[in-house]
């Protein structure tokens, strides 16, 4: 692993938005972003998931985290890294998760222990990049 990557995110003005979602959703989106940014203020918001590009959660974290940004608040977003054998214990607890035997590999103490061990090395460094 060489390190936790800082996906960089520009801000992008609600007012985008406007005409998509009408007059009536654009003022529930700017009342709605404005106590957000109140509440929010002086704070980060961060989000860390496995892959920047790709798959549901990098392509709503895209969009969402642009919005958020065009409003004021300050969201960060870091991808974590890992062995391939980590993705692999990953994508069995999301099989599990979801009902489904997946690769039907194991998920024991071995697996438990390498997990942890990559998200603690992940941890640390996040904890210095914020």
Do not use: C
Not at 3 to 9: A, D, H
Request: charged share 20%.
């Amino acid at each position: 692993m060489t390190g936790l990557t800082k996906v960089v995110v520009e801000a992008r003005p609600p007012s985008s938005l406007r005409e998509l979602i009408g007059a009536e959703r654009a003022a529930l989106f700017d009342a709605t972003a404005t106590a957000a940014s109140e509440l929010l203020a002086g704070r980060a918001v961060i989000n860390v998931n496995s892959t920047a590009k790709g798959g549901g959660v990098a392509e709503l974290l895209q969009t969402v985290l642009a919005y958020a940004r065009g409003v004021g608040v300050d969201t960060r977003w870091y991808v974590i890294e890992g062995s391939p054998g980590f993705f692999e214990i990953t994508k069995r607890i999301h099989n599990h998760l979801y009902g489904t035997s997946g690769d039907g590999g194991p998920l024991g103490a071995a697996e438990r222990r390498h997990y942890e061990s990559v998200l603690g090395s992940n941890v640390e460094k996040l904890l210095r990049s914020v």
